[in-house]
């Protein structure tokens, strides 16, 4: 709430935006462009993204290439606020891996942290669809496997000699990375920074916070000032004691920044990204940004993607689960995403769309209350089509990418317009068009309207559903709601039972 009032505040200009932010370059102003004519793009690289069926860039990875590998060389740090869908995962990921091509040490050099593993892991897989093109490898920080075997992954040990027996306390034994990439959530990074073994931060030469205002948001156990601090520390250390350093080190500082006099080491570059960047001066200030670049799309400060439809529902607070089905039977099964307004209620509106009876289309519950392998299995059955409908909480409302996904509806109205922002950009992705249904009882239209003004918004018809299909759905649910009803005190019930049976083992021991 607090943040969402600063940002008004921030919009309606009462707070000084910061002056490197009033000169933006606009991104709109850039067009795609053919691989075959980006300047300096390695040919291993191009062939990459040719075989993942990418043949041009979408204007904002053309103006970022322009920033880093193009004149740009990387001078200044980036912040980039780009709608939903329109490409900023590559924009970050190819130069990052185009400047790392020609690296001859494996250590670790680029971070990427994003906020949940969901969204790691689809950014994992744009970096692993073209890292190995150049030789490089990618590795994940999310917790999704055992932290030992997430540790064998990521550190490499060397192999000893045979018939060679070291003396760890004579012969200390050199951990290395073994990726050149690291996609991470905070938490476990958090962990590895600690208490891995070999795990260093000191060669990083990239740092791209992904999803920023949702990062800087949480302080995830302070993980960005570590983050930096670990990124710093060596630079201090190398004056005071020089022969510390080993021969990675060396390298690493052999490398002349250009534009930058007095550094013999490559700065640390931070990419900053978010369809909805946050202007508040104290959050930005935590990232320490060089020079900052503020790349933005137009004039306007939340801008949707440019194909996407919005529509809202108007009807009676006890009608909406039936304007929802109706509308749901009037998609005819195309892919969706259900928003509600907690992991409670996503999960009580699935078990009521159960009990509806064979709608003829496979519904699913996704949300932050759920296990990680189930979570996994609902994601991965919607993107292969076996789901057609997902009813989230806001666990899907960022950056997760689904192909095919033709419709989003709010079940419940978004709060602010950032959250619609998000929620309405899981459609309408990479120039493609969607729609986003809103459901409202009449007392909030006004309120809606209001919201959308923020972002332009000026037209949002009635989607008008026929009144007969609504009428013919009265009997099942009737008959739904008091299944629901039976389902809720079972599960209240389960749960008790659950809680005794664990507080009487607890006194038992
Ligand atoms: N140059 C390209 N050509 C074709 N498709 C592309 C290109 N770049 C990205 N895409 C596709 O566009 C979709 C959206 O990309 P991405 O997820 O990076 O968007 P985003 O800007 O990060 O969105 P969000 O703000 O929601 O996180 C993805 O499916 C991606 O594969």
């Not at 070291?166 to 990726?179: G, K, N, R």
């Not at 619609?420 to 459609?427: E, L, M, P, S, V």
């Amino acid at each position: 709430m607090e943040e969402e009032a600063k940002e008004q505040q921030i919009a309606r200009k009462k707070v000084a935006v910061l002056p490197w932010m009033r000169s933006p370059v606009d991104v709109s102003s850039f067009e795609n462009c053919p691989l075959t004519q980006l300047p300096f793009l390695n040919p291993r690289l191009e062939a990459a993204l040719c075989d993942s069926g990418i043949d041009s860039l979408f204007p904002v990875q053309v103006a970022v290439w322009q920033e880093t590998v193009g004149p740009g060389s990387f001078e200044r740090d980036l912040c980039v606020n780009s709608p939903t869908g329109s490409g900023k995962t590559l924009a970050y990921a190819l130069p990052i891996v185009q400047m790392l091509s020609t690296r001859s040490v494996k250590c670790l050099r680029a971070l990427v942290v994003l906020p949940t593993r969901d969204l790691a892991l689809q950014v994992r897989d744009v970096f692993a669809s073209i890292a190995p093109a150049v030789g490089l490898s990618v590795g994940l920080a999310v917790g999704q496997s055992s932290i030992s075997e997430e540790i064998s992954m990521l550190i490499e040990r060397p192999k000893l000699e045979a018939g060679i027996c070291y003396d760890p306390h004579h012969q200390p034994i050199e951990l290395q990375s073994a990726v050149d990439i690291l996609v991470a959530t905070p938490g476990r990074l958090m962990d590895h920074i600690n208490n891995t073994k070999g795990f260093t931060l000191e060669h990083l030469r990239f740092l791209v916070v992904d999803e920023t205002d949702r990062l800087l948001r949480e302080s995830y156990q302070s993980w960005l000032p570590m983050v930096l601090q670990c990124t710093n520390s060596t630079v201090d250390s190398f004056f005071s004691n020089p022969s510390t350093f080993g021969s990675l080190k060396t390298i690493r500082r052999i490398g002349v920044e250009r534009g930058f006099k007095n550094k013999g080491h490559p700065r640390l570059v931070k990419m900053v990204l978010s369809a909805t960047l946050t202007q508040d001066p104290t959050k930005l200030s935590q990232l320490h940004l060089h020079h900052p670049l503020f790349l933005t799309t137009g004039h306007i400060r939340y801008k949707l993607p440019e194909h996407l439809h919005s529509f809202k529902l108007i009807c009676e607070q006890q009608m909406k689960p039936l304007y929802l089905v109706s509308l749901l039977k009037n998609l005819q099964g195309e892919k969706c995403i259900v928003f509600t307004s907690s992991v409670e209620s996503t999960h009580r509106l699935c078990t009521l769309l159960k009990f509806f009876g064979d709608l003829g289309i496979k519904i699913k519950e996704y949300s932050g209350h759920q296990h990680q392998t189930l979570r996994s299995k609902t994601l991965r059955a919607f993107r292969e089509g076996g789901v057609q409908v997902v009813v989230s909480s806001d666990a899907m409302t960022r950056g997760m990418d689904v192909e095919g996904v033709r419709n989003v509806i709010n079940y419940d109205k978004p709060p602010y317009i950032k959250t619609y922002i998000h929620r309405a950009g899981r459609t309408a992705r990479a120039g493609n068009s969607g729609r986003c249904f809103t459901l409202l009882h009449q007392d909030e239209v006004k309120q809606f309207k209001k919201l959308l003004k923020k972002a332009d918004i000026d037209s949002c018809p009635v989607h008008i559903l026929p009144s007969d299909s609504i009428e013919s759905l009265r009997s099942t649910y009737d008959a739904a709601l008091e299944k629901l009803k039976e389902n809720v005190e079972m599960e209240a019930f389960k749960k008790r039972k659950l809680g005794f049976k664990s507080s009487s083992k607890m006194k038992k021991r």
